[in-house]
C-alpha cells in the first residue's frame, strides 16, 4: 500500500499507507497546533507548547532535544509524535506528546506513532521511555493506550496539575 | 547586620549579612557556572544547564519561566536558587537549583535561598513546590536537608538517570 502520499521531497517511510517522516518543516508548527487543537483534549496553554516544541526544533535542530515522528496521508497530517532523550540520564527518554486527528481515531495511528517512537528511540540508545498524564476522566482511553502497549505506572503524584488532577508517570523500559 | 555587600546599583534585601537579590545581570551566568562547578556535586551536562537557564532568562526575562534568588556576600556570589511555575498545572512549582559555595556550607545559606523561594513562590500564587533528586550516596545530606525543611518524598522512577540511580520527587504544600 502506497496511498500515504508525502509532502513532496521529504523522506518518509510507508506504513499502512501512512507516509512517516522524521524531518521538520516550517509549516509543521502551525499544521501540529491545528492537529492538538483538533483533539479538543488539550487547553491553549498545551496548544502552544505543542507548537513551541516544532519551532524550538525549527531553531536549534537537535540539540534542542525534540524529535518527531510525522504520519501524513495525502500530504496532510493526520498525527504526531514528540520525544527526546532526558538531560542529565544515561539513557532515558521523555515521549512528550502523541496526537492523532480525531477523523484517524481508532484506525491505529497513535499505536504507529509509538511503535515508531520507540524503534527510533532504542535506535539512539534510549532504554526507559516515560509519559506523563494526569488522572483526570478524560485520560482514561490514553491511559489504556498506553497499558495496552507495555506502559506501566510506576509514581503518581497528587494534585500536580490542580486539586484533584494528579500527575501518573508510566514507564516502558526497552531490552 | 548589613555587611552583606550587594552589587552596585541593584536592589537587595539584606539577611544574616547576606545580599539577596532577584534581577539577573549577564554577569551571574558565569558567576553561577563557577558556583555550581565548584561544589563538585554535578556533572558538566548538569553545569552547562545551569548556566543555560540563566542565560534562557536572560534571553527571554520572566517569560522563560526561571526566576532566581542569588545570595552575595561582599559583591561576591555565595549561592543561589532557581525555580519557576511548571507550565500546564495551576499552581505547582519546581526548584530547579539550591547551590551553595563549599565555602559557605553549613552557614544556613541553603536555607536562607530555599525559604526565600518558598515565600516568592507564595506570593506568585504557588501553592506545591516540587525539588527532584537522585538516590546516590552523594545525595544523602541533600535529601536530609529538604526532609528538614517540610519536604516530603512522594514518588520515586528507578533507574532514571542510570541503572541503580533513581529518582526522587519531593513536594512541599505552601498554606
Redesign the interface.
Known amino acids: 500500500m502506497r496511498d500515504g502520499g508525502a509532502k513532496k521531497g521529504l523522506k518518509s517511510e510507508y506504513l499502512h499507507g501512512l507516509a512517516l517522516r522524521e524531518e521538520v518543516t516550517p509549516e509543521d508548527a502551525r499544521a501540529v497546533g491545528r492537529l492538538v487543537e483538533s483533539t479538543g483534549f488539550f487547553?491553549s496553554?498545551?496548544v502552544e507548547?505543542a507548537v513551541e516544541l516544532v519551532e524550538e526544533r525549527l531553531a536549534r535542530g537537535p540539540a534542542s532535544g525534540y524529535f518527531f515522528v510525522f504520519a501524513e496521508a495525502s500530504g496532510e497530517l493526520v498525527g504526531y509524535s514528540c520525544y527526546g532523550p532526558?538531560?542529565?540520564?544515561?539513557?532515558?527518554f521523555d515521549l512528550y506528546w502523541v496526537a492523532v486527528r480525531p477523523s484517524e481515531w481508532n484506525r491505529g495511528v497513535g499505536g504507529l506513532l509509538v511503535s515508531a517512537s520507540e524503534e527510533k528511540i532504542h535506535k539512539a540508545g534510549g532504554r526507559?521511555i516515560?509519559i506523563e498524564t494526569s488522572t483526570r476522566a478524560q485520560y482514561e482511553p490514553t491511559r489504556r493506550f498506553y497499558e495496552r502497549r507495555g506502559y506501566s505506572r510506576?509514581?503518581?503524584?497528587?494534585?500536580?496539575?490542580?486539586?484533584g488532577?494528579d500527575k501518573i508517570?508510566y514507564?516502558k523500559e526497552l531490552k
Not at 86 to 92: D, E, K, R, V, W
Not at 154 to 163: I, K, Q
Open positions: 487547553t496553554a498545551e507548547i532526558i538531560p542529565c540520564t544515561l539513557n532515558s526507559r516515560y510506576e509514581s503518581c503524584l497528587r494534585d500536580f496539575y490542580a486539586p488532577d508517570t514507564v
